[in-house]
């Protein structure tokens, strides 16, 4: 075969240990359809394909092929910023282009915030994808992780109020004889005025529409661009042939008005819908604002002014009263307050001593603080924060498919109308001119814009505002899936509980070498339990010395050597699972369970098997926690208690709460199977958690909620992230996002409505071309400011 006709691809793989793996994958892509050859390269980790340029979309055959012999192709994104799009179909024409790039595995094209969102699979050309845009009409560049998001639109906005301007002073003349007929008074501006004033608007201002066409046209697809470029046009051109074919000294009805004002009309909205645009991303903008650039480093005692650039993990800064924290750090010197509004949406300022961890982006109360770097650039909080709220509103919700589907179809169904609309008029006895500006009317009318606007203005709008009050919503499919819950289930500890348990009781023949041997096993464990062990045996002085051959013992407990003795602290699972009995401690067993108090075993499995000590720990609700179950019963969501907690425990907590089912004593890989289960009965099930033993069932659910101050496993598992533990914010993020899906089914039937209707009008004689235009610029502003209602969202307690 000639090597002309086909393409190269190189993909990455990644698992490949020896040439044998690399045989492997070489044999796997091969057996792809379409592959003509196929070498990997075992040193860089990539495979090079040869395809045959007929062969089509072979890229998931091949990822496939590569993931069944049992290795990965790593994927990465991109994000390119798109300009010269104006409606849906456009947005499909760009995501078309780009798709046809090797590499590409899919792509979302954003028209609201005018970005594209590409995963890429192995080395793909930045050039090739600016370049298939090109071809396909539009332009466009990279985005650079640090280039401020909400600021992209803001040079040309400002040039879009210059045209705007200009267009406005050349067709006002043009529209002053219509307001003096109004008032009887008759008169019309010379034939050569006229043309002199629409000309420029027609030709200069209106260039964009013509440029836009005629790549849409070469492309072999239409826009927006298209149908105002026709209509206008023929309404242009009409003017000129009456007044070509006009008797000398006879004034014939021009239309120069009609084109010229439509362009101006259409401009106004697209600048309008502009600046509507630029609000749904004051979210963003507001994030981006808390970024200081500058920060007071110190080294060996002597203070200095550096560029955030320059500072590095470990280094020591300097923060004053009123300043913003430059880096997410822990402090290490200082007491203070930092006001954390904009980042968690907690409004009371939080306090700060030695040890804490502090946010980049927070503001300084009032005392001085030392902090040592913890995280820098996109490995901050804040940034993090930002790039998942870009993240979700560059994604397309499922909705979206069908408005998708109908911008494919939807430019060339209204230019058969439009022809259709001139032929009917001639047909039934109209004039040229009568039935050309019942054509003109349609193609004018028809805007695809505002379905294109419907879906991603109140996306940004929806996620802008959560992220505003600490809700982070991970991407527009768990946003628009979380407005249908109809069950939350919980964990325990950390989430409806504050998760700092305290030692309430203890059992034992000597309390403090109960609690030291206890405290050797749990030092280094993050566990909430650990920590009120090591608490208590620093309360009391005691320094446990550290155990020695630790293992965790999955849903039971712990166990290790201490001083020779081979030692367990665990639930009463592992107390039933060495056979042992609880002796004179059993009484106060079963009172504390019955208090809600959650116990642990402390067990010497050798030279002896005995009962050490009991432990009983006691854990407050959260504030908030009732209020958060009282809301979801309100619209009509059963609550329900995932725990690993004993079942005493497990029903005080409920009681307390009012929750609708427990599910106690449940081992962390058994908590997915519980949320299985609820979503079998029909439900739509939400889990809400915040460790690492709640990410498969923050997985398993139909939406996973992570708790703030929670793990990044738990995070990176649930569609929406909560910044503070409050558990209000549960039914807030349910509520913003009933919001914002029926804000997108609100845009979606206007934009359907309205055109439904209006080329009917249009099409009968009931609209003439100024008349559309005006409409048709004021559906994209309608649906964008609807959207834009949902800035005014509170959650309910802020209220």
């Known amino acids: 075969m000639n090597t002309a006709t086909l393409i190269e691809l190189d993909l990455p793989v990644s698992g490949m240990t020896c040439a044998s793996c690399a045989g492997r994958v070489e044999r796997a892509l091969r057996a792809v359809p379409g592959v003509q050859d196929a070498s990997v390269n075992l040193a860089s980790e990539q495979a090079r394909v040869q395809l045959s340029a007929s062969s089509g979309d072979t890229l998931p055959a091949l990822v496939a092929a590569v993931e069944h012999a049992g290795y990965e192709v790593p994927a990465h994104s991109l994000e390119l910023s798109i300009e010269g799009m104006t409606c849906a179909s456009c947005v499909g024409r760009v995501e078309r282009a780009l798709r046809k790039v090797p590499g590409v595995s899919d792509v979302s094209v954003n028209l609201a915030s005018e970005r594209a969102h590409l995963d890429l699979l192995g080395a793909v050309d930045t050039a090739a994808l600016i370049a298939a845009v090109e071809k396909a009409g539009y332009t466009a560049r990279p985005i650079e992780p640090d280039q401020p998001v909400a600021d992209r639109q803001a040079a040309r906005l400002a040039r879009e109020r210059w045209w705007l301007a200009a267009s406005i002073v050349l067709s006002l003349p043009l529209v002053l004889p219509m307001v003096g007929d109004w008032f009887g008074m008759h008169w019309m501006l010379p034939a050569w005025v006229q043309f002199l004033l629409a000309t420029p608007v027609q030709f200069l201002i209106g260039a964009r529409f013509y440029i836009s066409a005629w790549r849409a046209v070469r492309a072999r697809s239409g826009n927006m661009d298209l149908l105002v470029a026709l209509g206008t046009s023929a309404g242009y051109g009409l003017s000129l042939y009456l007044w070509y074919d006009a008797a000398p000294g006879q004034m014939p009805h021009l239309y120069f008005e009609a084109s010229a004002v439509v362009i101006t009309l259409i401009l106004l909205g697209k600048y309008l819908e502009s600046r509507a645009k630029r609000q749904t991303a004051a979210a963003i903008r507001a994030l981006e604002a808390l970024r200081p650039e500058r920060a007071t480093r110190v080294r060996d005692g002597i203070e200095e002014d550096v560029a955030i650039a320059e500072l590095r993990l470990g280094d020591e800064v300097l923060v004053r009263p009123g300043e913003r924290f430059?880096?997410?750090?822990?402090?290490?010197?200082?007491?203070?307050?930092?006001?954390?509004?904009?980042?968690?949406?907690?409004?009371?300022?939080?306090?700060?001593?030695?040890?804490?961890?502090?946010?980049?982006?927070?503001?300084?109360?009032?005392?001085?603080?030392?902090?040592k770097t913890t995280a820098l650039g996109g490995e901050t909080v804040l940034a993090r924060i930002i790039r998942l709220v870009e993240d979700a509103q560059a994604a397309k919700a499922p909705i979206q498919k069908l408005v998708d589907k109908v911008s494919n179809v939807f430019v060339p169904i209204v230019i058969v109308i439009a022809l259709a609309t001139l032929v009917g008029w001639l047909i039934t006895g109209a004039g040229w001119e009568h039935a050309l500006i019942n054509a003109v009317a349609v193609l004018v009318i028809a805007c695809p814009c505002a379905l294109g606007l419907a879906t991603p203005t109140a996306i940004m709008a929806g996620t802008g505002v959560a992220a505003k009050h600490g809700i982070l919503i991970k991407d527009a499919e768990a946003l628009e899936v979380a407005h249908a819950v109809s069950a939350v289930a919980f964990d325990k500890t950390g989430t409806l509980t504050s998760g700092q348990p305290s030692i309430t009781n203890l059992a034992a023949n000597d309390e403090n070498q109960a609690l030291a041997l206890a405290g050797a096993?749990?030092?280094?464990?993050?566990?909430?339990l650990a920590k009120a062990v090591l608490d208590t045996c620093t309360e009391r002085g005691l320094a446990p010395v550290a155990a020695q051959d630790t293992q965790a013992l999955t849903g039971r407990g712990i166990q290790g050597r201490v001083d020779g003795r081979l030692l367990a602290l665990g639930n009463r699972r592992l107390l039933d699972e060495l056979q042992l009995q609880p002796g004179d401690m059993a009484e106060s067993a079963r009172a504390w369970e019955d208090e809600?108090?959650?116990?642990?075993?402390?067990?010497?499995?050798?030279?002896?098997?005995?009962?050490?000590?009991?432990?009983?720990?006691?854990?407050?609700?959260?504030?908030?926690?009732?209020?958060?179950?009282?809301?979801?019963?309100?619209?009509?969501?059963?609550?329900?208690?995932?725990?690993?907690?004993?079942?005493?425990?497990?029903?005080?907590?409920?009681?307390?709460?009012?929750?609708?089912?427990?599910?106690?004593?449940?081992?962390?890989?058994?908590?997915?199977?519980?949320?299985?289960?609820?979503?079998?009965?029909?439900k739509v099930v939400a889990m809400v958690g915040d460790g690492i033993n709640d990410a498969p069932a923050l997985a398993a659910a139909d939406v996973g909620i992570a708790m703030g101050g929670g793990t990044d496993v738990a995070m990176h598992a649930a569609g929406i992230t909560l910044m503070r533990g409050d558990p209000r914010l549960v039914p807030a993020a349910?509520?913003?996002?009933r919001r914002t899906y029926a804000k997108i089914r609100q845009n979606l039937f206007w934009a359907f409505i309205y055109n439904l209707v209006g080329i009917p009008l249009a099409a009968f004689g009931l609209l003439n071309p100024m008349v559309a235009g005006a409409a048709m610029a004021a559906s994209s502003v309608s649906v964008v400011s609807n959207a834009l209602l949902l800035k005014r969202w509170k959650p309910r307690d802020q209220q």
């Open 596 to 682: 809600g108090r959650t116990l642990s075993w402390l067990i010497e499995r050798e030279p002896q098997a005995r009962v050490i000590a009991l432990f009983a720990f006691g854990d407050s609700l959260k504030e908030g926690a009732r209020t958060a179950i009282d809301t979801l019963r309100e619209h009509s969501i059963t609550s329900h208690l995932i725990t690993g907690d004993n079942r005493g425990s497990a029903k005080v907590v409920a009681k307390a709460l009012g929750l609708d089912d427990v599910h106690a004593e449940v081992l962390p890989g058994d908590k997915a199977d519980v949320v299985v289960a609820l979503r079998k009965q029909g």
């Open 521 to 528: 096993l749990q030092r280094g464990s993050e566990h909430p």
């Open 326 to 371: 430059p880096v997410d750090g822990e402090v290490i010197d200082g007491q203070s307050h930092a006001d954390e509004a904009l980042i968690t949406g907690e409004s009371l300022p939080v306090a700060k001593g030695i040890g804490d961890a502090v946010t980049g982006g927070a503001i300084n109360g009032e005392g001085v603080l030392r902090v």
């Open 734 to 737: 349910l509520d913003i996002s």
